[in-house]
């Protein structure tokens, strides 16, 4: 969907929903118009749930992005990319689902690209930083990250809910990882000792000739 064309009605819909994360405790500031960047000196370091501050960022500039600070008191949440003809992470979604890494999130988003965020509760004893797995086309914002939230747009195209539930379990990333890129997956480094008798046998045969 597109965005709305009329400014100040999207500049409204905005600081309220900014306010109504902030009401959920979960700490929110702005970025550029249409973009993912900060509009913050400090970034997701500035994100707040205070009323007065978030009033003050969209009132001075209404066109802003609304961006949610992950990791607890916000929340951590899967990013399933979209890249078009470079792959997305459908099928990785559809492999962490069966497992049963993925059940009842908060949320669901629809992103500008076709993909989705999931929103999960974060459990602030056992915090998650950032993760990434390329070849999935999937990622994972936890503390120290940001994500872009509806209302906010890129391209000209919205974040949308698509559905939310009061309930929410907590998501571990690292299962996800374990999954998605097991260890015995990658090739093992040859062990020194192996390596030296490798040597020496080529050694050995270089004297025979």
Same mark, same amino acid.
């Given at each position: 969907?597109?965005?709305?064309?009329?400014?100040?009605?999207?500049?409204?819909?905005?600081?309220?929903?900014?306010?109504?994360?902030?009401?959920?405790?979960?700490?929110? /500031?702005?970025?550029?118009?249409?973009?993912?960047?900060?509009?913050?000196?400090?970034?997701?370091?500035?994100?707040?749930?205070?009323?007065?501050?978030?009033?003050?960022?969209?009132?001075?500039?209404? &066109?802003?992005?609304?961006?949610?600070?992950?990791?607890?008191?916000?929340?951590?949440?899967?990013?399933?990319?979209?890249?078009?003809?470079?792959?997305?992470?459908?099928?990785? /979604?559809?492999?962490?689902?069966?497992?049963?890494?993925?059940?009842?999130?908060?949320?669901?988003?629809?992103?500008?690209?076709? &993909?989705?965020?999931?929103?999960?509760?974060?459990?602030?004893?056992?915090?998650?930083?950032?993760?990434?797995?390329?070849?999935?086309?999937?990622?994972?914002? &936890?503390?120290?990250?940001?994500?872009?939230?509806?209302?906010?747009?890129?391209?000209?195209?919205?974040?949308?809910?698509?559905?939310?539930?009061?309930?929410?379990?907590?998501?571990?990333?690292?299962?996800?990882? &374990?999954?998605?890129?097991?260890?015995?997956?990658?090739?093992?480094?040859?062990?020194?000792?192996?390596?030296?008798?490798?040597?020496?046998?080529?050694?050995?045969?270089?004297?025979?000739?």
């Amino acid at each position: 969907m597109t965005t709305s064309r009329d400014p100040e009605e999207q500049g409204a819909r905005t600081l309220q929903q900014a306010l109504g994360y902030a009401r959920h405790d979960w700490p929110v /500031f702005p970025c550029i118009p249409g973009e993912k960047i900060p509009a913050t000196k400090h970034g997701f370091e500035d994100a707040t749930t205070d009323p007065q501050q978030i009033t003050r960022w969209w009132s001075a500039s209404p &066109g802003r992005n609304l961006a949610i600070a992950t990791g607890a008191p916000g929340p951590d949440v899967i990013d399933v990319d979209n890249h078009g003809e470079r792959g997305n992470g459908f099928t990785a /979604f559809n492999q962490i689902r069966h497992a049963g890494l993925a059940d009842h999130p908060l949320a669901v988003v629809r992103t500008p690209s076709g &993909g989705i965020h999931l929103y999960f509760r974060a459990d602030p004893q056992r915090p998650q930083g950032n993760g990434s797995l390329p070849e999935h086309h999937i990622d994972f914002r &936890g503390t120290g990250g940001y994500v872009l939230a509806p209302p906010s747009s890129v391209g000209g195209r919205r974040y949308e809910a698509v559905r939310h539930q009061p309930e929410a379990a907590t998501v571990d990333f690292s299962a996800i990882r &374990g999954l998605l890129d097991p260890p015995e997956a990658h090739p093992k480094p040859a062990r020194l000792a192996d390596a030296q008798a490798d040597v020496e046998r080529l050694a050995a045969h270089v004297e025979r000739l």
